[in-house]
Every structure is written in structure tokens, then in C-alpha cells.
């Protein structure tokens, strides 16, 4: 049965005749619990009754592990709950930014919805990832739940309040500006050159994403899609997604500790099983990259000149931007060549906008669900991706789409070659045999 003790005030190293009151209970280990301060005999009482009632309900929470400050279990969360190394470091940078500043020195269960809503609406950051910082709270939360610390997440299905008024009025691309016209892709390719503007071709006819172009091996460029279909067979090439090495990760790498250990940029599985993929190319594409992969000396299809794995941010400012943007003209000095200026194309443009102009792409050509999914890395939602499935007939819509796009595109721009010459290839570039089409074996042989 509970009890209470007094518990007498100290001053000057000496007991005074002031007190309060120390709940008393056994605990389910046969130990007493204690938690102090109340101000009366009866509300000790209470409390150690509830303890005990909860004790013999099978739903006690210690009172010590609630009061472990929120920066104490993450750390402890975060090395149980290992993840792909960019995940980690996203987290980590998370913790740190935003949320450990705050809340770093807060008891578990002092954190209510209240106080997260009201602070996550002041922090100096877009909104999304203000997001991203409640999500990764409530998680950690949930684990502390898990762990015994708290009977609730407080956090739990809670709908933060989003910005309002010149809070959210920032400037965001428009729905125009986050996709490329081909035209505006073929520009980019050819001002870029052979290697990196086929990098940007690539991504806007198929989709792949920044770390899965970038770690494109040759030997997954122009496989062959085979399948049964109208009584022979139906092929195309293909651009394969590794499930096992399929994206290049860049993030700041951290030990178990967090503590920050470099740069990495290693080759990790795809993020999700939806990411590995198959992706079929259309006729022109592929004709580029075999003429691409005849005399690029390197294993990996879109690195750098000297063979090594392109970063983010210095392709970014290296080609995208000045590509896009445009640049001013440089007059020749000591250590630098001249410099023809360049006028804008499509300011603002990212590999991120290609990938979007890819899935935009589809729906123009009104690529059948099962199969845009697909294509993408996307996981469909609904019970529509159990039974329907892409069919050979889909998949030649689709290539024969996206050549239509394609042919449009450069008898709009009076093309007839995306690089008319490319020295540094070593050859003149040949045209493209823009009657190629997808057919069945017993068709070709008819």
C-alpha cells in the first residue's frame, strides 16, 4: 500500500521545520518508488496509489524516465534506429538545427501539442521542413512511448498549423516553371555538350532521379526489355535502376554518437523497392547514349570528365546554372580563356524540374497509370496497383510518345543533330534515324 514521507527543507546546511511530502509505493521490481514534492499528505497518498494501481494494471510508467530530458533519448533513438546514410545525416541535421535548441533540456512529458505547434510556426525555415521537424519529433516521441517513457505521444495525428499572411507569402515556382518544354531541354543538351547535355536529356525522358543518374554503370544502359506479345516477341532498350547500388548518396557522414565525421559519397541501395526499376528508352535516347558509351572511357555513364562521381552542388553551379541562367562574357587573361556570354534559357531550371518534366511528359502523352507509376519509381496509390499492370501495348505508346515529343521538338528548332559536331568525342555525330519504331519479331521479319 502507498505511504508519504515528510521530506524537511535544508537552509545553511540546516534542517528547517518547513517540509513537504515524498510519495511512497513498491515498485514491480519489489523496490520503494519515490516521487517528492507535494504540498500535502494526502496528495502524496494519491499518488502513490494511482502508481500502484497502475502497477497492477500492467500500464506503469516510472516517473524518472518521464522526466529524461527530450536531447537524452534521441541520441538514444537515433542509434536504435539505424537508416540509409543520407537519411541519418538528414535527421541529424534536423536535430540540430531546429529541433535540439529548443527542446534539447525538456522532460518528455513536459512536451505538449500546444508548445511543438506554437514554436515549429516560428522557425526560421520553409515551411516543409518545418514539417519534417514535427515529423521527426513525433517519431522520436512514439519512440519514447515504446521505450516505457511516456504513456502517449502527445504528438501523435496532430495537423500542425501552417503559415499565413506575409509569413507564407514567399515566391515559389509556378506549375510553368517546374517543367521543360522539350525545346528548352534540346537548347540546354546542346549548349552543355555531348556529355553533360545528354545527362540532361536522359533525365527528362526518363525520369531517373539526381543519385540514380549519377550512378548509372554502362552495364545498366541498353539492356533489353524482352517480353511475349501478339504472337511474337515485343524489345526495347532499357535503363536499369540497381536495386542493390542504384543511387549515389551525398550527405555529411556521422558516427553513432552524431558526431560529424566528412563528406560521403558512396553508392547505396534506392530508397524504397519502388526506385529499382527497369525504364524503358525511346529510339533517339538510346541511339545518344550508345554513341555516348562507344568512346566515354569511364565505368559510370554521367561522371565527371576524370571518371570521378559528380557532387550536387558543383554540377549545379558548374553547368546547370549558367546553362539556364545564362552567363556574361569573360575577355581573355593570364590563366583564364575567353568566354562567349550566353543568354538565358529557362532561369530557376533544376535536375529536380527534369524529373518533373519526365512524369509531365506522360501525362501529356496519357501514359496509362500502371505503367506512369512505374516508369517514375512512384508506388501507386490505392488497390489499383494490385491489379493492373503495364503491358507491352503501353510501354509502345508510351516510347512512340515520347520519340513523337522528341522529333517535334527538333523540327521546331530546325535540328536535325542535338550536337552537331562533338570534337571532344573524338567524331562528327551521326543523325538520328527518326523512322526507327518499336515492332514484334514477326513483324520485323515480315
Known amino acids: 500500500m502507498a505511504w508519504a514521507e515528510k521530506v524537511y527543507k535544508v537552509r545553511n546546511g540546516k534542517q528547517t521545520t518547513k517540509f513537504t511530502w515524498r510519495a511512497r509505493w513498491t515498485k514491480p521490481d519489489g523496490k520503494p518508488g519515490s516521487e517528492p514534492g507535494f504540498e500535502t499528505k494526502k496528495l502524496a497518498e494519491k499518488f502513490g496509489e494511482k502508481q500502484e494501481a497502475a502497477i497492477e494494471a500492467g500500464r506503469w510508467i516510472d516517473p524518472a524516465k518521464q522526466r529524461v530530458k527530450f536531447g537524452v533519448f534521441a541520441k538514444r533513438w537515433m542509434k536504435a534506429k539505424p537508416k540509409r546514410g543520407a537519411t541519418i545525416a538528414k535527421r541529424w541535421n534536423l536535430l540540430e538545427q531546429h529541433i535540439l535548441p529548443q527542446w534539447e533540456h525538456t522532460s518528455l512529458i513536459n512536451i505538449t501539442w500546444f508548445d511543438v505547434d506554437d514554436w515549429q510556426l516560428k522557425l526560421p525555415c520553409e515551411s516543409v521542413t518545418a514539417g519534417h521537424a514535427v ?156 554513341r555516348h558509351l562507344e568512346v566515354w572511357p569511364h565505368e559510370y555513364v554521367f561522371c565527371t570528365p576524370s571518371g570521378v562521381f559528380w557532387r550536387r552542388s558543383n554540377f549545379t553551379r558548374a553547368n546547370i546554372r549558367p546553362a539556364a541562367d545564362g552567363r556574361k562574357a569573360l575577355t581573355v587573361t593570364r590563366g583564364r580563356a575567353e568566354r562567349a556570354a550566353w543568354e538565358p534559357i529557362m532561369p530557376g531550371l533544376t535536375m529536380r524540374d527534369l524529373r518533373h518534366t519526365h512524369d509531365t511528359y506522360q501525362d501529356q502523352l496519357g501514359v496509362k497509370a500502371s505503367l506512369a507509376y512505374d516508369q517514375a519509381g512512384h508506388l501507386r496509390p490505392g488497390i489499383k496497383r494490385i491489379y493492373q499492370h503495364p503491358t507491352p501495348e503501353m510501354r509502345v505508346e508510351r516510347l512512340k510518345g515520347l520519340q513523337g515529343i522528341y522529333e517535334r521538338a ?35 521479319a515480315a
Open 135 to 290: 515529423s521527426l519529433m513525433s517519431s522520436i516521441m512514439t519512440g519514447a512511448v515504446d521505450a516505457r517513457h511516456l504513456e502517449v505521444n502527445p504528438l501523435f495525428g496532430r495537423r500542425r498549423t501552417l503559415p499565413t499572411g506575409a509569413t507564407a507569402a514567399k515566391p515559389k515556382k509556378t506549375d510553368e516553371e517546374k517543367w521543360a518544354s522539350p525545346e528548352v531541354v534540346l537548347q540546354m543538351a546542346r549548349r552543355l555538350g555531348p556529355a553533360v547535355g545528354l545527362h540532361v536529356l536522359t533525365t527528362a525522358f526518363t525520369g531517373l532521379g539526381w543519385g540514380e543518374s549519377t550512378a548509372l554503370h554502362r552495364s545498366n544502359v541498353l539492356r533489353t526489355r524482352r517480353q511475349a506479345h501478339d504472337g511474337g516477341w515485343f524489345e526495347c532498350p532499357i535503363i536499369r535502376v540497381d536495386s542493390e547500388v542504384g543511387e549515389l548518396a551525398e550527405y555529411e557522414g556521422r558516427d553513432e554518437d552524431g558526431e560529424k565525421t566528412g563528406l560521403v559519397l558512396r553508392l547505396e541501395a534506392p530508397k524504397n523497392g519502388n526506385r529499382a526499376r527497369d525504364i524503358d528508352v525511346p529510339p533517339f535516347l538510346a541511339e545518344l547514349l550508345e
Open 410 to 444: 527538333m523540327g521546331n528548332l530546325k535540328w536535325t543533330e542535338v550536337w552537331p559536331a562533338a570534337p571532344e568525342l573524338g567524331q562528327q555525330a551521326r543523325p538520328l534515324n527518326s523512322s526507327q519504331t518499336i515492332f514484334n519479331e514477326g513483324e520485323a
